[in-house]
């Protein structure tokens, strides 16, 4: 245990915990930061990092979360947009909504906050890259596109696996507890599922540092950014004729993940739909979805005069 504790990587982990923020050497010499650089590099300065860090993950996770449902939110409060609901037979009431706010609000304190904690050091001893200048937007955007396929893959096996009775009922049950999901349901599940499926948003970034090429920690901040945003997206129950998955047909989307919650089985991927395609978990989200297309495009019958 103490040879444990001695090791350069357990050092370098602990000693993460006591960094203090020194801007000057963060900043690639003979470099001048750009104003969003300077003003993530004040966010530090003579702070605690690794505690500076957990407060603005978890204030950019909460501000983006609920920003991103805002336009759902909204939209159940005009009836032109009504059409467009997945399940619009199923209200939900306001003593659900409080009540999944309130969950939401609890599971993140005591869930994500310690996850959000550890990460730092973490990102630290895997060697992800802190000083600035922040890499280009191209690389950004390719790294995140990467993640999504990553945690994709990660949560589609993880999520089939909750379905074995025994998981289901003492763990996932909880997060199909609405069988018409919206917006903020997308983090309404017990501690544990979401300790467990969150390994799959760190594993693509995880995976990158150690395997690919060095990732920013600006960059993680960007993938959670879309990671939420997707996720939010596929519960908020709505298909609009703008949604993502109307143009890019490998986007699962709202309507794909609602079924799910809806009857419970198939399309257990997270943001894609080849998974659930090759293994032939979509075989009866198939059946239903065409043959509500069918239902939907059959001739009104005529009135008689």
């Known amino acids: 245990m103490a040879s444990m ?3 350069p990587n357990m050092k370098t982990f602990i000693d993460a915990f006591y960094t203090v923020g020194n801007s000057t050497q963060r900043i690639t010499p003979g470099y001048t930061p750009t104003k969003l650089e300077s003003f993530w590099l004040s966010l530090f300065e003579n702070r605690n ?6 407060l603005v993950a978890f204030i950019h996770h909460t501000f983006f979360y609920y920003l991103r449902y805002l336009p759902y939110y909204i939209a159940d409060y005009i009836p032109s947009l009504q059409k467009y609901k997945l399940q619009p037979d199923k209200v939900i009431s306001k003593e659900q909504w409080w009540k999944c706010f309130r969950a939401v609000a609890f599971y993140e304190v005591i869930a994500q906050i ?3 904690f550890f990460f730092y050091p973490a990102a630290t001893l895997i060697g ?3 000083s600035v200048p922040f890499p280009p937007f191209k690389e950004i955007a390719l790294q995140c596109i990467a993640f999504l396929f990553i945690e994709d893959t990660f949560h589609y096996f ?3 696996a909750m379905h ?12 199909h507890e609405f069988s018409a999901p919206f917006g903020i349901t997308a983090e309404y599940a017990h501690p544990i599922e979401t300790f467990v499926l ?10 990158f540092a150690l395997c690919v090429q060095k990732v920013h920690i600006f960059t993680m901040l960007c993938w959670i950014t879309v990671r939420i945003s997707q996720a939010v997206e596929a519960h908020s129950g709505y298909d609009f004729p703008w949604s993502m998955n109307h143009w890019f047909p490998l986007w699962a989307g709202a309507e794909h993940h609602d079924y799910h919650h809806m009857a419970f089985v198939n399309n257990f991927a997270s943001t894609f739909r080849h998974w659930d395609r090759i293994l032939g978990t979509d075989i009866s989200y198939l059946k239903y ?7 939907k495009n059959s001739p009104s019958p005529k009135k008689v005069q």
């Open 289 to 295: 979805y065409h043959k509500k297309t069918a239902k």
């Open 114 to 116: 310690p996850m959000m």
């Open 5 to 7: 504790l001695d090791s």
């Open 128 to 130: 992800f890259e802190f």
């Open 198 to 207: 969150g390994q799959g948003t760190i594993a693509g970034p995880l995976f």
């Open 158 to 160: 993880v999520h089939r």
């Open 49 to 54: 990092e690794a505690i500076t860090f957990c």
């Open 164 to 175: 074995i009775p025994f998981l289901y009922k003492k763990v996932h049950k909880v997060h």
